[in-house]
T-cell receptor
Framework: AQSVTQLGSHVSVSEGALVLLRCNYS??????LFWYVQYPNQGLQLLLK??????LVKGINGFEAEFKKSETSFHLTKPSAHMSDAAEYFC??????????FGSGTRLSIRP | DVKVTQSSRYLVKRTGEKVFLECVQD?????MFWYRQDPGLGLRLIYF???????EKGDIPEGYSVSREKKERFSLILESASTNQTSMYLC???????????????FGQGTRLTVV
C-alpha cells in the first residue's frame, strides 16, 4: 500500500535558521512526490514536485527537496527561514491510479 | 491560471439535512477530487472522478456521495449531515497525462462546514 509519513506535526525555528521538514513515503512503483503549502484559511498551493527528472528539486519561495530512493525520503528544506514561511506543509504522493495521497501535515512556526 | 472555485467558504447546516458542496474548475481537467481536512489527520480522500459520470471511492466515502454530470463540475453530497462531518472540505482538479505520468492537483479555497 502507498503511504506518506510526515515526522513532526509541529516544527518551530528562529527567523534566519534552517528549515527542515521530513517526509517518508512507501510506494510499490516509482513515485511522483509533491510538497504543498497551506496558509491560514486558504487552499493548498504547490511548492515543488518530483517527477524523476532530477533528485534535487527547487521550488518557490526558496524551498527545495531531495528525493532519496534508498531512504524513501523527500525532505523539504530552506536555508534561511522567513516570518512569511509560517504555514502548514503537506507532503503528497501520486499513486499510479492518479489518486494523490497526503501526509498528516507539519505546522511550521517561525520565532522572531 | 487554473481556477478551482468552491461555492461556499462557510456553511452551517443542521443534523439530518442534505448538503451539497459544489466545485467548478475552468481548465478542462479530467480528474477531480474531494478531500476533507481535519487537524492531525491531514487530507483524506473522500471520492475522486476521472471523467464525466465516472467516480471512485477514496479512503472515507461513508456518508457521502458525488455527482459529475459535466466535466467542469464535481459535487459532494452529504445525504444526511451528522456532527462528525463538521470539517474543512477541499476540492481539487488535475490534468490526465496518461498512464504512468503525473501532474499536480490544483485546489479550491475550501469550504468550512459546521453541522449543528
Amino acid at each position: 500500500a502507498q503511504s506518506v509519513t510526515q515526522l513532526g506535526s509541529h516544527v518551530s525555528v528562529s527567523e534566519g535558521a534552517l528549515v527542515l521538514l521530513r517526509c517518508n513515503y512507501s510506494s510499490s512503483v516509482p513515485p511522483y512526490l509533491f510538497w504543498y503549502v497551506q496558509y491560514p484559511n486558504q487552499g493548498l498551493q504547490l511548492l515543488l514536485k518530483y517527477t524523476s527528472a532530477a533528485t534535487l528539486v527547487k521550488g518557490i519561495n526558496g524551498f527545495e527537496a531531495e528525493f532519496k530512493k534508498s531512504e524513501t525520503s523527500f525532505h523539504l528544506t530552506k536555508p534561511s527561514a522567513h516570518m512569511s514561511d509560517a504555514a502548514e506543509y503537506f507532503c503528497a504522493l501520486d499513486s499510479s491510479a492518479s489518486k494523490i495521497i497526503f501526509g498528516s501535515g507539519t505546522r511550521l512556526s517561525i520565532r522572531p | 491560471d487554473v481556477k478551482v472555485t468552491q461555492s461556499s467558504r462557510y456553511l452551517v447546516k443542521r443534523t439530518g439535512e442534505k448538503v451539497f458542496l459544489e466545485c467548478v474548475q475552468d481548465m478542462d481537467h479530467e480528474n477531480m477530487f474531494w478531500y476533507r481536512q481535519d487537524p492531525g489527520l491531514g487530507l483524506r480522500l473522500i471520492y475522486f472522478s476521472y471523467d464525466v459520470k465516472m467516480k471512485e471511492k477514496g479512503d472515507i466515502p461513508e456518508g457521502y456521495s458525488v455527482s459529475r454530470e459535466k466535466k467542469e463540475r464535481f459535487s459532494l453530497i452529504l445525504e444526511s449531515a451528522s456532527t462528525n462531518q463538521t470539517s474543512m472540505y477541499l476540492c481539487a482538479s488535475s490534468l490526465w497525462l496518461g498512464q504512468g505520468a503525473s501532474t499536480e492537483a490544483f485546489f479550491g479555497q475550501g469550504t468550512r462546514l459546521t453541522v449543528v
